[in-house]
């Protein structure tokens, strides 16, 4: 079996962008082990690594999928923290959750840009 360990996420300020992920998510996050990164440990074998540049850098898609009362308190924690949020990957801010594929999901982005998805059930997979 193949896992994915890591992901290398560039930001303006690490500490900043990897702090409000792990936040929402309800994860832990710090200094990673080795080289200049804030790492974001999302579960037993993965995680983000945030690392600073000045350099410029593309806007990245990443999806979580949890369950759906782990997708009651992260919306919760969105909601709280006043963080504009969408129901469709490129629509407009609407502060709705998306239902279409059975399951729940919301788009939001991060204020680097990157776009972060969170939903209950995959619609990438076969079922």
Not at 52 to 64: A, K, N
Not at 66 to 78: K, M, N, S
Request: aromatic share 12%; glycine share 10%; proline share 6%.
């Amino acid at each position: 079996m193949i896992e994915l360990d890591h992901f290398i996420v560039s930001s303006r300020d690490k500490a900043a962008s990897a702090g409000q992920l792990a936040g929402l998510l309800g994860v832990a996050w710090g200094e990673a082990r080795f080289g200049p990164f804030m790492a974001v440990y999302l579960n037993d074998g993965l995680t983000l690594d945030f690392v600073d540049t000045d350099q410029p850098f593309p806007v990245e898609h990443f999806c979580f999928r949890v369950p759906p009362q782990e997708f009651d308190a992260i919306l919760a924690r969105l909601q709280a923290a006043g963080i504009a949020y969408r129901s469709k990957v490129a629509g407009p801010v609407d502060h709705e959750v998306d239902t279409q594929f059975g399951g729940k999901g919301v788009y939001w982005n991060e204020p680097d840009g990157h776009q972060w998805e969170m939903l209950t059930v995959s619609y990438a997979r076969p079922t």
